[in-house]
């Protein structure tokens, strides 16, 4: 089949595309392969999915857990599902119950009502063609018999230890003997596996309004936490439809706000102005315009984003095509720039993608945001917790001021390509702020510069941070750099590639898939 890409893998990294009927791509290769399983028995591409995100929760710890939030994007029956599950924050969170002091990221005045599970019931009960509790199957035994750690995320788990030690049920949990488990260690999370087969024999409920909901409140009452029963109780998802762009023949989709897709849908409209594809790939003049369309975007999202019952203007007027080009028109091509945001006209993370045979396609993300989240772990049941509280802003009159019942700003997304109304890509780079920018760089990869998707993932990449301070992968040509830092670029050069992000996509070929997982990462794609 004619593809719109080479098939070139011209950085250097060992990783392949698996080329697929049926294909499966996250992080980890156990929950890589427990979703691979769902596909073998059956299943179609929301159990993979669901599977593959239960599985996650354990033996990927240090990034998402059973109290994480989701968001999903499904392709089937010719069009897309948007799913927000994010949760809440409790009904006592006032403004004035911080008083003042910012939201800490620790602890359990960090915590909103978590909405993993929901997600994975809702998809279930919508897409689903398996048992619900046969989805949990493949995690149980990781928890009751142990699991080896692989070797990125015993690093992260050892990263994350030192800060997270002192957090109410954390040492118990995940520092047996005191410490991190090691790579190749066999670490067993008993309570963990446990919390699940309840999860799964009660459908969601004993996480919401049953045993799991009371041991999270008094665990809560316990440690100077606001959560209640009735917060838990009330959370619900939302099925929506997706925000999207048209960038170069595609259209690239993302969930509305309350996450920050709409920052790459928006970075994406500036660059839609510039010939990027006359521009050298990974050269200097490439990568500014990157830079400051992102910047641009960003301005813009951390001034309006928001819950979406909170917004004091729609997504579509930050999303307008000719605002979009007056942003570009503010990008000095021979300089860096502080951007503030304009005035539109008037009207830590783990990501997941699976598809199968029947053309089904599913991207979906999930996570505890910074790392292990809250660093809070509910005691005998293996809930760490996430720390989504931390997004949102004090400041009197902004739509993402801490209020009761509200969803935070969001960082995670998932991405999804079109062409002509037919399916092209699931897709997703995990990694807080790094999201939205990597979302950007893997779509002007594949769409500007024509490489494939494996290769996409591979090539370096940028992460802005703040003002003209950039961080940069040490893949970048040498001269790249330099050229940056003429035109002002505040660059830090950093050889840890978990800074950014990890990307997982699925491109649709003729008679199957090209599946790519990042190499940043102990990831795999699977498939058959």
Known sequence: MSVPFSWDLPYAWPRKPVLARNVVCTSQPLAAQAGLAMLAEGGNAVDAAVATAITLSLVEPVSNGIGSDAFAIVWDSGQLHGLNASGRSPAAWTPEYFRGVQIPALGWNAVTVPGAVAAWVALHDRFGRLPFARLFEPAIPYGRNGFLVSPTVAGQWAAQAPVLASQPGFAAAFLPGGRAPAPGELFTFPEHAASLELIAATHGEAFYRGDLAERMVAHSDANGGAMATSDLAAHRVEWVDTIDVDYRGYTVHEIPPN??????????????????????????????????????????????????????????????????????????????????????????????????????????????????????????????????????????????????????????????????????????????????????????????????????????????????????????????????????????????????????????????????????????????
Request: glycine share 12%; proline share 6%.
């Open 259 to 528: 996450g920050q897709g709409i920052v790459a849908l928006a970075a994406l409209g500036i660059l839609e102005n510039f010939d990027m594809a006359s521009l050298p790939v990974d050269s200097v003049e490439s990568v500014h315009l990157q830079i400051e369309a992102v910047k641009l975007a960003f301005a813009d999202a951390l001034s309006h984003v928001a819950d979406s019952e909170h917004m004091t203007l729609p997504p579509s007027e930050l999303l307008d095509a000719e605002y979009l080009r007056e942003r570009a028109g503010l990008i000095d091509r021979a300089k860096a720039q502080h951007f503030t945001t304009g005035r539109p006209p008037a009207g830590g993370t783990v990501y997941l993608t699976a598809a199968d045979d029947s053309g089904m396609m599913v991207s979906m993300i999930q996570s505890n945001y910074l790392g292990f989240g809250s660093g809070v772990v509910v005691p005998g049941t293996g809930i760490s917790l996430q720390n989504r509280g931390t997004g949102f802003v004090l400041t009197p009159g902004h739509p993402n001021r801490v209020g009761p019942r509200k969803r935070p700003f969001h960082t995670i997304i998932p991405g999804f390509l079109t062409k002509a109304g037919a399916p092209v890509m699931s897709f997703g780079v995990m990694g807080g702020t790094m999201q939205p920018q990597g979302h950007l760089q893997v779509v002007v990869r594949i769409a500007d510069y024509g490489q494939n998707p494996q290769a996409a993932c591979d090539g370096p990449r940028f992460r802005w941070l703040q003002g003209t301070r950039v961080s940069v992968e040490d893949g970048f040509p040498a001269a790249t750099l330099a050229g940056l830092r003429d035109l002002g670029h505040d660059l830090v050069t950093v050889g840890d590639y978990q800074q950014f992000g990890s990307c997982q996509a699925i491109w649709r070929l003729g008679d199957g898939y090209l599946a790519a997982s990042d190499p940043r990462r102990d990831g795999q794609a699977a498939g058959f």
